[in-house]
């Protein structure tokens, strides 16, 4: 069985530029939520979607967001990047437990 | 869900058992306790979890004290490869909102 697929792993970007980053979770899982990680702020919940709906939103400005598709795939897009959001960006499927599946992450750099 | 407090970091010998503890003294009945681990660099992994009994899987044991308000997290034969950064999150199993909420976890270091 396929783990949760991220892409790219590793992206490097310019402030102001927009990012959009994918995830593909475990087959038959709806639940798809996202996480960014910081060594300053450690690893923070930015949004969780289920059947194309986004059921929770963490605390993070309105230049975060995300969409699920009918496959349960799941992508998140960050507008007017700032050298502050230089972070491993994670995404975790579920059946909606809180026994969640993480994928390896794609690590954002802003310059 | 429950605030948790755990060892910022522990060493523990190759071969030898790692026992990480959590407190959780606000935890609610129906909250679980669920461990995860991140080794450097990756996503987290999910380890197990437990409602009020002892739970074991192939990766751990989980203890959780007969109040609730502490478990620990047992690795039978801690291998170089179990070095990590050890959390433990106390949360509904289900419900409205899912997501899990980390804390600063426990960084075991398994020493040769």
């Known amino acids: 069985k396929a783990g949760v697929t991220q892409t790219p792993r590793y992206l490097i970007k310019t402030r102001g530029q927009q990012v959009t980053l994918s995830c593909s979770p475990i087959?038959?899982?709806?639940?798809v939520s996202w996480y960014q990680q910081t060594p300053g702020q450690g690893l923070q919940f930015l949004f969780e979607?289920?059947?194309?709906?986004?059921?929770n939103k963490g605390n993070f400005p309105g230049r975060f967001s995300g969409r699920q598709f009918s496959n349960s795939r799941s992508e998140m897009n960050v507008s007017t990047l700032e050298l502050g959001d230089s972070a491993l960006y994670l995404c975790?499927?579920?059946?909606?437990?809180?026994?969640?599946?993480f994928g390896q992450g794609t690590r954002l750099t802003v310059v | 869900d429950a605030k948790t407090t755990q060892p910022t970091s522990m060493d523990c010998a190759e071969g030898r058992a790692a026992n990480l503890p959590c407190n959780h003294s606000?935890?609610?009945?129906?909250?679980?306790v669920y461990w995860y681990r991140q080794i450097h660099s990756q996503g987290p992994q999910y380890i197990i979890h437990?409602?009020?009994n002892n739970e074991t899987n192939e990766m751990a044991s989980l203890i959780i004290t007969e109040d609730r308000k502490s478990s620990t997290l047992i690795l039978p034969h801690a291998t170089l490869r179990d070095t990590a950064v050890y959390y433990c999150?106390?949360?509904?199993?289900?419900?409205?909102?899912?997501?899990?909420?980390f804390g600063s976890g426990t960084q075991l270091t398994v020493l040769p």
């Open positions: 606000t935890i609610s009945g129906n909250e679980y």
């Open positions: 437990g409602l009020k």
């Open positions: 999150i106390v949360r509904v199993a289900q419900g409205s909102a899912r997501q899990l909420t």
């Open positions: 979607y289920f059947s194309e709906t986004q059921r």
């Open positions: 975790a499927s579920s059946l909606g437990t809180a026994e969640a599946f």
């Open positions: 087959s038959g899982h709806r639940s």
